[in-house]
């Protein structure tokens, strides 16, 4: 009996030292580590907005904030309606018809998502202003000569806001509507043809029912990137929460305002994700037996045949063509004024906020994704998943969360330093390149968990299981095995994080170093006095690196397609 006691207490300590050493493995601790890091600005957010410093909570709710909510909704409303009508619209005729240049729209419809809003704002804004050249046109034609002779639409407006952002963000609804469409079975189009519905019936209680998972989650995306919006609605006067953090926060002085502002927006973002999650959740039902089979593509022919051309020309047209032309021209006119000392100072800048993010993001989204891969705990599952939230949190509202906790260190670290050595240490993060970076890549490190993600569940688990066998470590079999078949992954995070980076305007506008530039805040400045030519060069170093992850999705979309129609 004594014997069988010490083996039962030997045993019992066996398990609590290996539950010890899992507990403190290091890649549990990293990954619940930078989830408290991603989620540290929204408790930080929330803290300030309950217990601000000067409390204007009244002031905001009488004056401004019914303002702020207003427009937001409405923008929201506005591009939710134009990127599902472009998006759905366009996504069903490439997928279900055949007709010329239907090939080539498939990857053309994508490119608008390398323009950012504010960019393609400015654009158009002088495009069509009454001193543009559609005007001038207008007014040569006819005979006019003051505004008050003829009616034109204010581009700076409400709506000039809704129809540009829908113009470049509607392929998020486009490419998620369009793999499904793909992925629906021809089988039950054809039942419904036979029970005597037309086309276009068909169409709405068929196919874009079971297409309606797919699309909420585009939608969601899109009104993301509506909500994250500042340059387009500042410089169109369109008052949004974001304008408003920006407005309260630099211009009144009062960050406790910002706060309790950004908490209002967050609760927008926990919509949006509900919407994202129920959507992600659903899609798992819709999905048919046959989806892989080929689908035979109805040809258009007469009007119908330009009416689908017409269609799916106008948002490439709109959204990227024409203002990509105007880019060019602007950037060919006024290179000599452009290619100055201080705009390669503002690329090396760009280059080195974006390149920086992109490599901590990579090699952070490792850490979770193979922290996760070791250990299928529901606590690590969690702790991923809320590594991931930051990219549903708008640039402004981060960047009011990152400097509430980094000021509060470098306040305690100077008010230490001033008690025991008489020296003042300043503002070491605040204000600084590191607040930038960090608020980069908890914005943008979800991109990179998926990307990683998605390629290291390809890896069989019989690789990590093979090298633990022969005596590597988890760390070595990471080295050794995984990383070489994650590259391309690990690459695409990179590329992904590094371009939205640079197109990033909210968060550099407000966290960026005293005379610190990069190229989206410079083409911001100019175009906000009226100056886009000068800036037009930047803009279009911004949009050329945003076409290399567009090329690359469309890519790997039509490698995907071309694998699962031989499947």
């Not at 369009?178 to 709405?204: D, H």
């Not at 100019?526 to 949009?543: H, K, N, R, T, Y």
Request: proline fraction near 4%.
């Amino acid at each position: 009996m004594a014997i069988a006691s010490s083996s039962n207490t030997e045993q019992a300590q066996y398990r609590f030292s290996s539950a010890l050493i899992n507990s403190a493995d290091p890649w549990r601790i990293g990954t619940v580590v930078i989830a408290l890091l991603a989620i540290l600005p929204v408790f930080a957010i929330l803290w300030l907005a309950f217990f601000p410093t000067e409390n204007i909570w009244p002031h905001l709710v009488k004056t401004s904030l019914p303002r702020y909510l207003q427009n937001t909704i409405v923008l929201m409303l506005g591009v939710g309606t134009s990127v599902f009508a472009t998006g759905v619209s366009t996504a069903y005729l490439v997928s279900n018809y055949e007709f010329p240049f239907r090939r080539m729209f498939e990857w053309l419809l994508l490119l608008p998502l390398a323009f950012p809003a504010y960019v393609v704002a400015y654009l158009y804004t002088d495009l069509l202003e009454f001193a543009g050249p559609v005007q001038q046109g207008l007014r040569t034609l006819f005979g006019w000569q003051l505004a008050s002779d003829y009616w034109f639409p204010n581009v700076r407006s409400m709506g000039g806001a809704v129809m540009l952002m829908g113009l470049v963000l509607y392929p998020y609804v486009y490419l998620l509507a369009r793999s499904s469409f793909i992925e629906q079975s021809p089988n039950l189009s054809a039942v419904s043809r036979l029970s005597g519905r037309s086309p276009f019936k068909t169409f709405m209680f068929v196919s874009l029912p079971i297409a309606r998972p797919a699309i909420a989650i585009g939608v969601a995306l899109a009104l993301m990137e509506t909500l994250n919006d500042f340059g387009t609605v500042d410089f169109f006067s369109v008052h949004t929460l974001t304008a408003g953090i920006y407005d309260v926060w630099l211009n009144m002085g009062n960050l406790g305002g910002a706060a309790q502002i950004a908490s209002v927006m967050l609760t927008f973002v926990v919509l949006l994700l509900s919407l994202e999650y129920v959507g992600r959740r659903r899609q798992r039902f819709y999905q048919s037996a046959g989806r892989f089979s080929n689908k035979q593509r109805k040809q258009l022919v007469g009007r119908s045949k330009w009416l689908a051309i017409f269609v799916c020309a106008a948002p490439v047209s709109l959204g990227f063509i024409l203002p990509f032309l105007m880019l060019l021209k602007y950037a060919i006119q006024y290179f000599e004024q452009s290619w100055s000392p201080e705009f390669r100072e503002y690329v090396f800048n760009s280059l080195y906020v974006s390149t920086t993010a992109a490599v901590v993001c990579a090699t952070l989204a490792v850490v979770v994704c193979y922290g996760r891969r070791l250990h299928r705990s529901t606590s690590m599952i969690i702790a991923a998943r809320i590594a991931s939230v930051g990219y549903a949190v708008p640039g402004a509202v981060l960047a009011v969360g990152i400097v509430i906790p980094l000021a509060s260190f470098d306040n305690a670290m100077d008010t230490f330093f001033r008690a025991r050595f008489d020296i003042s240490t300043g503002l070491m993060l605040t204000g600084t390149t590191f607040a930038l970076i960090m608020t980069y890549v908890i914005r943008f490190l979800a991109i990179s968990i998926g990307s990683v993600e998605s390629s290291m569940s390809k890896i069989s688990e019989s690789v990590d299981m093979a090298a633990r066998t022969l005596g590597y470590s988890a760390s070595r079999t990471l080295g050794r095995f995984q990383l070489p078949l994650l590259k391309s992954g690990i690459l695409t995070a990179a590329l992904i994080v590094f371009v939205d980076t640079m197109k990033e305007l909210p968060a550099t506008l407000l966290l960026r170093p005293f005379n610190f530039e990069t190229l989206s805040t410079h083409v911001y400045q100019f175009a906000s006095d009226e100056m886009i030519e000068q800036s037009a060069l930047g803009a279009l170093c911004i949009v050329i690196s945003g076409l290399l992850p567009v090329i690359l999705l469309s890519k790997t979309i039509s490698q995907s397609q071309s694998l699962a129609s031989r499947a």
